[in-house]
């Protein structure tokens, strides 16, 4: 008989404390917030799991570069359009100095000049080589680009139906071995220098005919740029060929390389004239 009141003052007990524990927990959920609530539970499930290491997101580099320049240099990156749809660009320390958004960009050949010394854009222009005449004054606007000056040239779409002898000449003076064979759509990109001597490690010219059999767009093909769009210019101030009345000693043209794998640079010198 005792053994059987002590087994059911436990088990009235057990009851007890079970009905009190539920409204407790009843009473602190109605209290505490459901998003703490839930951040605590799912810290709780956390616990135990090895933390996952997270590699930072890589820093925006000037024109998309993958890796910076070194100090006091320039970054540039020149971009051919592909077909209809993508248009030319050129950037230039990480302004676009031609580009659909800058609302400068057009059929043909397109084309933009920088002054070496400031890194400062002297001006942009294209020229449609598939209606109107146009050759000649891209001709006049080359000629009037002033000494000291990188010369940036691309393509969108044509750039050669109405490219006269004259001004292919001209190209080819600035050192383009490309401007001759130039086809049909053909995608080109063009670096020069008017002034001074760019080396001749570094890539300046890159030329894709078109091709029915591999043209990646319908009729025009894939679109280009300079391979080497990691290449960086220093730009020390610049001393230019002029006209004096003695011979100067030889006078030193700002060195280029190649940023920011190799760090080689590259001397050119320009004699001035007698």
Same mark, same amino acid.
């Given at each position: ?29 109605? %209290? ?28 925006? $580099? ?26 030319? @660009? ?32 002297? /001006? ?9 005449? %146009? ?11 002033? $000494? ?31 401007? $001759? ?27 894709? %005919?078109?091709?029915? @059999? ?27 060929? /002029? ?8 006078? $030193? ?22």
């Amino acid at each position: 008989m005792w053994q059987r009141r002590h087994y059911f003052v436990k088990l009235s007990g057990l009851l007890l404390a079970s009905l009190f524990a539920w409204y407790l927990g009843y009473i602190f959920a109605a %209290h505490v917030p459901q998003e703490s609530l839930s951040t605590s539970i799912a810290y709780l499930q956390d616990i135990g799991k090895k933390p996952v290491l997270k590699a930072p997101l890589p820093k925006r $580099q000037k024109c998309d570069h993958w890796s910076p320049c070194s100090p006091g240099s320039y970054a540039y990156r020149v971009l051919s359009g592909g077909g209809k749809e993508k248009l030319a @660009k050129i950037c230039f320390e990480d302004e676009l100095l031609i580009s659909e958004e800058k609302g400068n960009v057009g059929r043909g050949i397109n084309i933009a000049i920088v002054n070496y010394e400031t890194g400062e854009l002297t /001006s942009a222009n294209f020229f449609d080589m598939w209606e109107g005449d %146009h050759s000649e004054e891209m001709v006049a606007f080359i000629e009037n680009a002033p $000494q000291g000056s990188l010369l940036f040239m691309v393509t969108h779409d044509d750039g050669s139906a109405r490219l006269k002898s004259n001004a292919k000449k001209l190209v080819e003076a600035l050192g383009s071995k490309e401007i $001759q064979n130039m086809k049909f759509r053909s995608s080109w990109v063009f670096i020069a220098a008017k002034g001074f001597k760019l080396p001749d490690d570094i890539e300046r010219e890159k030329i894709n %005919h078109s091709d029915s @059999k591999k043209n990646r767009y319908n009729g025009w093909p894939a679109e280009i740029q300079i391979e080497g769009y990691e290449v960086c210019l220093d730009h020390p101030s610049l001393l230019f060929d /002029s006209p004096v009345v003695h011979k100067p000693p030889i006078r $030193q043209i700002p060195q280029l390389k190649l940023c920011p794998v190799a760090f080689q640079r590259y001397p050119a010198i320009l004699q001035t004239k007698n």
